[in-house]
């Protein structure tokens, strides 16, 4: 991917309030990390993390915090912001809209809308979908191909679905969601009764709502609900495998990473973080902020904010501790024995 | 949804031995959760958890176990009976059958069957469906739409394929199963060997087959044999985003839980249950009713109704007791440092 | 599955070197585990678990290593050879051929393929299978049906590609890839910038590049870069249901079991192994060789060849120690319990 931007350019996009250091004359040709730059390269501390590799960046433009000190070398042109991170995804907004232009609206002649369903004449219908009867798809909605729309399925404004997503019959995806490739959106619950030894199948006859701005990833499964809905709240962003559980409603602006899942009938508050390959126990509240770390799993309603570590969800502070103190375990164990025998001795 | 049920037709449904208490004359437009019900909402409890919500709860009709004690409200209907969740699933299922009639028979007119295959006149093939040479579909099957059935593969009758379900050559589907959209039956085992330090591919010749009313979850993956056949008995219900491994054999009546995974050549007895998240290791027998709690690990073979817990699939007993004392571990390493210090200073 | 193979025919097969005893003199029908067998069968000795259950086979021809000891029974041949594994594997390629042979060179009516996209003319693309604009498919390669190849994508020569795998745009996939039912390759990275409290998208607009020989397993998903190329390196083989993360680079010949997942910018040396359900946090360096057992997730940088295990990434041998002695917490905590009273009483 070969790129030609000019500082100019790059000024103009990234807004007010940069602060530039030095100087670059030629063109921007690549956006590269730190320690992989070249001349003519773009490249960011986004993450405190590298921030010793600034000094030796070969970057020739570097976009960096406003409390970055330090000075650049010559011919090397310092851009300071508030937020490197945000200015840099604004420069690959641009480069997006480049690499990827929205397709123009309209229907794939491959793909099959049934009667009664309600394209916007504004949408971007892609190879082989197959949108059910009474589905609706708003307006400046793009699909790839691939895509199952089913019977009285709702999609609404500015949504983007990739490739073979499943939206089916009767959930409603809210405006300006992403849904990632392969991910399915009203699958059954899961959900049966012990008769006589064998497990009952307990019809789901729920839906899946969306609030907007959601992001769902790829093949991740959201089930919908057994009745009522299985909701996902504005602004949510949920990454690639992840498993929501019938009837389960997430606040807004949550981030569930990949890999993790929320069994059924669980609420959760707004901004609440699940971190990759974690899982929440089903019928509980998880309060508002409340954090919890990779691998771990959580088996109870939460306080606001709580930070919870570990296969059995405890405390992360404690947790931590408990961690440290375990690889102590095998000296405990010989001091102690150690200890008692002398005990013994002087009986 | 708005439904609208009369009494007399729930009474109907949920079928004789319905022991009514108080009275409701209007009609049941939704099913709702006890704490979010409100007159001319049906309610139930399927959870002992929630019995304390049944008294506060505003639903008209409640489907109640034969053991509540407890009077309804004036304008109350209290139904009480074996088991409600199962009776809720009746009622359920009579929407389902209105909300999702099965499509007719027949083969949608953008699907393509090769020439050999064999597609019972009562089965309905949905749009951009695809069955390759030699595959049989049974009677009354149904596929939704991007349904893919690969060489010589039969799904047997009755059962449902939801959207982009794969089932791969020769795999074999028993009767009245249901295919969640998007799980894959019969990819390629992972099998390696190494050869002069590359992982050489162990070509996996063998299939799939399932007993008759097995549900597999959406997105899950179920590999085929290296050679023979990977199993799934009768009954077992299969949740998301699950690994079944090549050579895999699963007794009957097993409920494998979201995320959860078995590796290469494992076998199951009947009614073993994985909660969500586990894992158990290859070559291994787990007997009849094993429980393995979520996100345990199981390394061992078992007994019995042995009950697993924990990364390295401890007795569930004995790892409650150590979550517990893991817990006091700060204290007791404290305690200890003073005790010895003590000692040491007796000497 | 009935098969018809003539000893001749599988000497043949498994090359120079096969030392028999003993001998069978019918047709081979069947590939049976040992334990599974019968006359007419042949079967193997791959893991040494099983040694015991050679002397009691009943399958006629047996693929043993060179150091196998023990004789065969009357009409049972022993077939003694470096490496039985990979001769077995020999004999199912054969298998293979026979039973899913190559589809034809050319493009399935139902397909797709947009202008200005390049087949070679010896690939075959399946059913429904949509090709967009600038896509590149290689010599060889054969796609199933519903395959989905993004604008600009290129799919190396000889490759594989199972039902509805999707490689989206400007991806590159390498030579002799097989990329099993449902991958994701090339789905966007997770990446947010917290702006006013709301998620803000990182627009991810990099791509994915495999090297040669590698596998992808069902329904796994591998992320685009935010910039710049997530990396799979030449004969690493990854399973079903793992996740990995945006910028990853991974080396050559790993192994990434099923439901493993790694996290972001992350980098893997050669022959790294991930074990089932097992994560990595982002921005490490893992050393070529490092083991990373089931369900352990690593959270720092490791060096060569470490073995690590535990939900906190210990080494495997303490924590092997500590898994051991935690069961020995309860009995420990009483001991203490009863020398702290003594001792008071001393007092």
Do not use: W
Request: charged share 20%.
């Amino acid at each position: 991917m070969m790129l030609s931007y000019s500082i100019e350019r790059i000024l103009e996009i990234v807004g007010e309030g940069a602060e530039c250091t030095g100087s670059f004359s030629g063109k921007i040709n690549r956006i590269a990390a730190l320690s992989d730059s070249n001349s003519g390269d773009l490249s960011f501390l986004g993450n405190s993390k590298y921030l010793k590799q600034v000094g030796e960046s070969k970057a020739s433009v570097l976009l960096l915090p406003k409390d970055y000190e330090g000075e650049p070398r010559d011919g090397q042109l310092y851009i300071r912001l508030e937020n490197p991170n945000y200015a840099l995804a604004l420069i690959c907004r641009d480069i997006e809209n480049m690499l990827d232009p929205h397709p123009a609206a309209g229907i794939h002649p491959t793909a099959h809308v049934e009667e009664g369903a309600e394209v916007d004449a504004s949408a971007s219908i892609g190879a082989f979908c197959y949108i059910a009867e009474g589905a609706r798809i708003g307006a400046g909605t793009v699909m790839e191909d691939h895509v199952s729309v089913g019977r009285q399925a709702q999609i609404g404004r500015e949504c983007y679905l990739f490739p073979r997503v499943v939206v089916a019959s009767r959930c409603i995806i809210g405006d300006r969601n992403r849904l990632l490739a392969g991910c399915v959106v009203g699958s059954d619950g899961y959900g049966y009764a012990p008769i006589d030894g064998a497990h009952k199948r307990l019809p789901q006859v729920g839906n899946v709502e969306t609030g907007s701005d959601v992001d769902i990833g790829a093949n991740t499964t959201i089930d919908r609900a057994r009745f009522g809905t299985t909701f996902i709240g504005a602004g949510t962003k949920i990454d690639n495998l992840v498993q929501v559980g019938h009837n389960v409603s997430i606040g807004r602006n949550c981030l569930l990473v990949a890999q993790s899942g929320i069994s059924g009938s669980t609420e959760f508050g707004d901004g609440v973080i699940m971190a990759g390959q974690s899982g929440v126990a089903g019928h509980l509240k998880i309060s508002e902020g409340t954090l919890i770390y990779a691998k771990s799993g959580l088996m109870r309603s939460t306080e606001p904010n709580e930070k919870i570590l570990g296969l059995n969800g405890e405390n992360a502070n404690l947790m931590y501790r408990i961690f440290i103190l375990q690889r102590k375990l095998p000296d405990l164990f010989k001091r102690f024995d150690k200890l008692e025998k002398y005990i013994e001795s002087q009986k």
